[in-house]
């Protein structure tokens, strides 16, 4: 079972960036789509952006044109880059790898955006 592991997350100022990496114990190429989800304290978890193994790309649309979801296959590795952080971005930060015998999912990262 391969295993995922966030990191990059913070405090930041409403208006900055982060990067989010998330890094895959073994080879990610077995999992047809990755993502990552988010949950706010009192909230349900939800889906932020994911890319398929082909590179096909989809957002939540209330993080469209400032979050770019991205893949490095030989580094085994996916990021998050978040720009214009909003303070309603602040939530736990999930990556999560799809495959033919279910998910597996990181323990995510705290993202804290300040007003």
């Known amino acids: 079972q391969v295993q995922l592991v966030e990191s990059g997350g913070g405090l930041v100022q409403a208006g900055g960036s982060l990067r989010l990496s998330c890094a895959a114990s073994?080879?990610?190429?077995?999992?047809?789509?990755m993502g990552w989800y988010r949950q706010a304290p009192g909230s349900q978890r939800e889906l932020v952006a994911t890319i398929t193994s082909g590179g096909t790309t989809n957002y939540a649309d209330s993080v469209k044109g400032r979050f770019t979801i991205s893949r490095d296959s030989a580094a085994n590795t996916v990021y998050l880059q978040m720009n214009s952080l909003k303070p309603e971005d602040t939530a736990v930060y999930y990556c999560?790898?799809?495959?033919?015998?279910?998910?597996?999912w990181g323990q995510g990262t705290q993202v804290t955006v300040s007003s």
């Open positions: 999560a790898g799809k495959n033919t015998m279910g998910s597996s």
């Open positions: 073994g080879s990610i190429s077995g999992f047809y789509a």
